[in-house]
């Protein structure tokens, strides 16, 4: 088998495994929500813009997405100090907590994943997978 053959298979091997989303299933938030959740968390104060722009999405598809985080009590909303006509999102410690309890078990599950791996070996998987995707976002942009 081709290796790009091989790699697609082991891609949608990968996604079957649903290691993103498992860890949701006693919550409400999707995980497009988690992403917006994540983002505001790795820059509280962001706006809308930012994680557009982060995530290249539309502003107004970012818009309703932290509208339902805030509707979930997850996402705060406060002025730009510095720009009256701006708001700053900010997770809530409602939203924090349901951020950390989510990376805790992304950890949990990527120590499985590596599990049957020396540190080296892991080591070696981490670099060639950052240069698979590194190689796609030159090719991308």
């Known amino acids: 088998m081709p290796a790009e053959d091989r790699f697609y298979e082991l891609m ?3 996604r079957k495994l649903d290691l993103d989303t498992r ?3 006693d919550t409400s938030i999707s995980p497009a929500q988690m992403a917006l959740l994540d983002w505001i968390a790795a820059a509280p104060g962001c706006g809308v813009q930012d994680i557009a722009d982060g995530l290249v999405l539309a502003p107004p598809t970012v818009s309703v997405g932290v509208r339902r985080l805030e509707e979930s009590s997850l996402v ?24 950390r309890r989510v990376r805790d078990s992304h950890r949990r599950k990527s120590r499985r994943l590596l599990a049957g791996f020396s540190p080296q ?4 998987l981490l670099k060639l997978l950052e240069r698979v995707l590194d190689t796609a976002e030159i090719a991308d942009s």
């Open 23 to 25: 860890q949701l299933e």
């Open 12 to 14: 949608r091997r990968y």
């Open 121 to 124: 070996e892991s080591e070696m």
């Open 76 to 99: 705060e909303r406060k002025p730009d100090p510095h720009d009256g006509r701006s708001v700053e999102l900010f997770l809530t410690q409602r939203g924090q907590a349901l951020q």
